[in-house]
């Protein structure tokens, strides 16, 4: 569907204006057109998508089954731009009767978009995830290692679901990820394929003994992609899931490992990385940022869909 070129014009001059790792804002996905006119005489819009996740998706272990997608077109209007189409959608809602308890708004914009958080935030939604990027090169000095690090295999593939569901288990507490009773079977079934399709998997071991693991994999932004409406043109690598032990927490066991993994992902070609980290874990919070990450987009997200203000 067409909108006003001069929104989309308006939107990437500002998002470069905000952060210049931002891509051009992209054109928006199919949906529902909302529009809002602001005291100037100028209208903002945007896109509304609906997306239902059946049950055995795998989304649903981070997503609500019925989610509202907002994809807003408000130029370089900040604050009251984001704020009239916020209300806006809040209208549709009220039209289309209430949503289901399992259910969410959600809307990704600029993380240093200091006007729309103020927007974002009076609504009722909160930064569940954000995307962060890494552009640096490893050091030529690695850190210092007392682990054994080694790419995992189909034979692993018992002791990566624990690691992996341990992972999920603590972030169904502190952010966006939903503990369904069908986790550990989805679970099962994509790392069965990522590990037999010889994915990037990394097990740190000590003694032996797995205690960390590092799920990864490497994207193409390329014109027209939907990771080029995210992050800039070229290959990235991409870090899906990171889980230590509680055990071996705070000993260096997820430095070291990651030292690793992006040396790895650097010599495949990588230009940098990408990872989704919750702002409310406390773990994860902090030690991303450690590792050289920073925020680009914030996903903020209400649930139920109804909660929106």
Known sequence: MTVGRGLMEAQSTRFGALDPLLPPAAEPPDGDVITAALTDGSRVA???SRHLHEPGAL???WSADEVWELTPLIGGSGLAGMDAVLRAWRRRLDR??????????VVTWPSRDAEGTRALLDHGLVPLSTIAVRRAAPPANSVPTTLTIREAAPRDLDVVVDLAMAELAYSALVGATVQR???ADLKRAALRERLQAGGLVWLAERDGIAVALAECALSESTPGSWIASRLPLGRWGYVNCVSVLPGARGAGVGQQLMAHVHRELHRRGAIGSYLYYNPPNPLSSVFWIRQGYRPLWTVWEVRPAGALR
């Not at 289309?96 to 708004?105: H, W």
């Open 46 to 48: 945007g896109v509304l």
């Open 59 to 61: 989304a649903r272990l």
């Open 96 to 105: 289309l009767g209430e949503p289901g308890p399992d259910s969410s708004c």
């Open 181 to 183: 009773p069908e986790a």
